[in-house]
């Protein structure tokens, strides 16, 4: 996310939203699960980054399926992060959070071999283009960058119903993951109660 007004937008959203997150969410933040299964058919990482790990529930699942990996969750809401916390205690030290915008490199000379955005870069609006380049810059040379997200929708009231609720869907994800440079496999677009909206899963990867 770029700029302090939209940051503290966020902040105050999910200072409100953070009580009643898990409870609400299931109904239309699909494929959460799924991703991480298939992470753990596919991938063997030893460092993981949650970027918009917001409650922490899907760090809990990550250190399940990855019991062997050092986990770091990121979200820049406190509210969140207190939820996560409580969560994560009883992985210990091998699972971490820092409360932050993702707008610079973290991983300091320990690159993450799997980077996971869950349901957060249809929120980074403006910055989302340039939080996926901030993350090539932390990944591993050959990491791997997994999403489920929100894709688009063709009914107008809906598009701008989830931008009330800072939401764009609008294709432009899988846009700047197609334009990235990355090597998307596998990349699917699913419906969602009838075809009200799509929601994608992607893995991505460097070509070279």
Known sequence: ????P??????GYYQLHAHIYDATRWTF?????????????????????EIGCGTGKNLTHLARAFPEAQIVGLDLSADMIAKARKKIEAFGPRVTLLERAYDAPISAGEPFDLIVFSYCLTMINPGYDQVLKVCQRDLAPKGSIAVVDFHDSPIGLFRRWMG???VRME????????????????CVVRSAYGGVWRWLTCFASRTS
Request: glycine share 10%; net charge positive.
């Open 6 to 11: 939209a940051v503290s937008s966020l902040q």
């Open 164 to 166: 009330v609720n800072h």
């Open 171 to 186: 294709g432009q994800v899988l846009a700047a993951l197609q334009a990235s440079g990355l090597k998307l496999d596998p």
């Open 1 to 4: 996310m770029s700029g302090q």
């Open 29 to 49: 933040l699909f494929g959460r699960a799924g991703l991480i299964r298939v992470a753990a058919k596919r991938l063997k990482p030893r460092r993981i980054l």
